[in-house]
């Protein structure tokens, strides 16, 4: 089964939190947005930061979010080069770069999280 989940980061300090993911209107023109831990806990989160679980992990282990940065290594015999490109979710699926996430399974290898879009680099 599909472990639908979500992570985004909170309001109050900026720290992920990961659940579920749902909005609350809290006046005609105001919505806050919430994840709820499987713990039961409820936090208000920065809306721009929420992505969804892709049901993948990397090489390491590490869950695979949208917003997430990948680099993966071509598997080409050929060619063989490394990418690094950010999972966005459009028309329906995820994608890697300018590859569904189909085509990205099939192309490439070694995939492994190096970050993400919401978070400061050093």
């Not at 109050?12 to 499987?38: A, K, L, M, P, Q």
């Not at 049901?55 to 080069?81: C, M, T």
């Not at 590859?99 to 490439?108: A, V």
Request: proline share 1%.
């Amino acid at each position: 089964m599909r472990d639908i989940l979500f992570r985004g980061k909170r309001v109050d300090n900026g720290e992920w939190v990961y659940g579920y993911y749902f909005g609350t209107c809290v006046t005609e023109s105001t919505i806050t947005h919430h994840i709820r831990t499987r713990g039961g806990l409820l936090f208000e989160v920065n809306e721009e930061t929420v992505g969804q679980y892709t049901g993948l992990k990397d090489k390491n282990g590490v869950k695979i979010f949208e917003g997430d940065k990948l680099r993966a290594r071509k598997h080409d015999p050929y060619e063989g080069s490394i990418h690094e490109a950010c999972v966005t979710f459009r028309n329906g699926t995820f994608w890697f770069g300018n590859w569904n996430w189909l085509e990205f399974l099939n192309i490439f290898r070694g995939v492994e999280v190096i970050g993400n879009i919401h978070d400061k680099e050093d």
